[in-house]
Structure formats: structure tokens, C-alpha cells
């Protein structure tokens, strides 16, 4: 069964520093990875998405993340972060063989400081 | 514009009494689920379904029923509302099974049971 951690709960980081969030993943085969960003009050919105190919993602609000199969993981990361990054962000993998389930991680909530 | 809409967003009430959150697309998708948001477990889906007439149990389906009538609507009902079913809940759609698609989601509902 495929499943999905972050390992870190809470991350500070200041205005303008960059950014690694970290996402493992358990899965038999090459899966559908996903990021999404929730910001305060708001539902998900999709950041990036990881099907096949090119192992490095770019993703919008100028967010990447690296696909690494040999590690089982896909963290995201920003070069320079903005104080409206504020936000929880959700890796999520989907099974290709089951084609309809995607399972969530439990959620980073990152912080920005001044 | 498309999206994806619940209501209501907030709601407070009584143990037992019966409640349905509504939730409505307008991008004629086929996938519809509901998720709950619980701190520090992420999103787990509670009921899913893949068109019309058709729908199953995700994780966490105790206490809850839904229905698919119209390919817009996936109504959630709570028959008999208990604390533990405090939570914030998400409504989210896609153009088909496969997790390939982008998904999309509603606003959220925080519901609050006594």
C-alpha cells in the first residue's frame, strides 16, 4: 500500500531564505507525486505534479521539487521565499495501478519570519 | 469561473442532530471525494465517487453517507452527528478516476459538534 510522511511538523524560515520541505514516499512502483499548498483559510490548491520523465518539476509561485527514486522522495523547494509562502504544504502520492486513490501526508506548516 | 463550492463553511451543532454539508462543481467532472482535515493527520478521504449513481468508501466512511443524484452535486450527510466527527472538511473534484488529473477543492467546512 502506498503511503506518504513529512517528516517535519513546523519550519521557520526568514524572508528571503531558501526553502527544502521533505517528502517520503512508500510505493512498490514509480507513483504520481503532488504537492499542494493550503493557505490560511483556504482549500488546496495544486503546486506541482511528478508522473514520469524529468525528475526535477517546476511548479508555480516559483517552487520545484526533485524526484528521487533511489531516496523515495520528492521534496519541494524555493529559492527565496516570500512572507505570503506563510502557508501548510501537503505531499500527496497517487498508485498509477489503482488509478483513483492519492493518499495525503500529514501536512508541513511553514512559517515565515521578518 | 471554475471551481468548486461548499456550504455551508461554518457550522456549529448538537450531538444527533442530522446535518448535510453541500457541495457543488461546475467543471463537469466525473470524480468527486470528500476529505476531512485532522492536525497532524493530514487529509483522509472519507467517500468517493467515480460518476452518477456510483460511489465508495474511502478510510474513514463511518458516520457518514453521501449520494450522487446530479454529476454536480456530492452531497455530505452527517445522520448522527458525534464529537469526534469535529473536523474540517474538504469536497474536491476531478475530470475522472485516474489520479493523473489535477484535483480541485472547495473552501472547506469547519464543522464543530457538541
Known amino acids: 500500500a502506498q503511503s506518504v510522511t513529512q517528516p517535519d511538523i513546523h519550519i521557520t524560515v526568514s524572508e528571503g531564505a531558501s526553502l527544502e520541505l521533505r517528502c517520503n514516499y512508500s510505493?512498490?512502483?514509480?507513483?504520481?507525486l503532488f504537492w499542494y499548498v493550503q493557505s490560511p483559510g483556504q482549500g488546496l490548491q495544486l503546486l506541482l505534479k511528478?508522473?514520469?520523465?524529468?525528475?526535477l518539476v517546476q511548479g508555480i509561485k516559483g517552487f520545484e521539487a526533485e524526484f528521487k527514486r533511489s531516496q523515495s522522495s520528492f521534496n519541494l523547494r524555493k529559492p527565496s521565499v516570500h512572507w505570503s509562502d506563510a502557508a501548510e504544504y501537503f505531499c500527496?502520492?497517487?498508485?498509477?495501478?489503482?488509478?483513483?486513490?492519492?493518499?495525503f501526508g500529514s501536512g508541513t506548516r511553514l512559517s515565515i519570519r521578518p | 469561473e471554475a471551481q468548486v463550492t461548499q456550504n455551508p463553511r461554518y457550522l456549529i451543532t448538537v450531538t444527533g442532530k442530522k446535518l448535510t454539508v453541500t457541495c457543488s462543481q461546475n467543471?463537469?467532472?466525473?470524480?468527486m471525494s470528500w476529505y476531512r482535515q485532522d492536525p497532524g493527520l493530514g487529509l483522509r478521504q472519507i467517500y468517493y465517487?467515480?460518476?452518477?449513481?456510483?460511489?465508495d468508501k474511502g478510510d474513514v466512511p463511518e458516520g457518514y453517507k453521501v449520494s450522487r443524484k446530479e454529476k454536480r452535486n456530492f452531497p455530505l450527510i452527517l445522520e448522527s452527528p458525534s464529537p469526534n466527527q469535529t473536523s474540517l472538511y474538504f469536497c474536491?473534484?476531478?475530470?475522472?478516476?485516474?489520479?493523473?488529473?489535477?484535483?480541485?477543492f472547495g473552501p472547506g467546512t469547519r464543522l464543530t459538534v457538541l
Open positions: 500527496a502520492v497517487g498508485a498509477p495501478s489503482s488509478a483513483s486513490k492519492i493518499i
Open positions: 467543471m463537469n467532472h466525473e470524480y
Open positions: 511528478y508522473f514520469s520523465g524529468d525528475t
Open positions: 474536491a473534484s476531478r475530470r475522472d478516476r485516474s489520479s493523473y488529473n489535477e484535483q480541485f
Open positions: 510505493y512498490g512502483a514509480t507513483p504520481y
Open positions: 465517487s467515480m460518476n452518477v449513481e456510483v460511489t
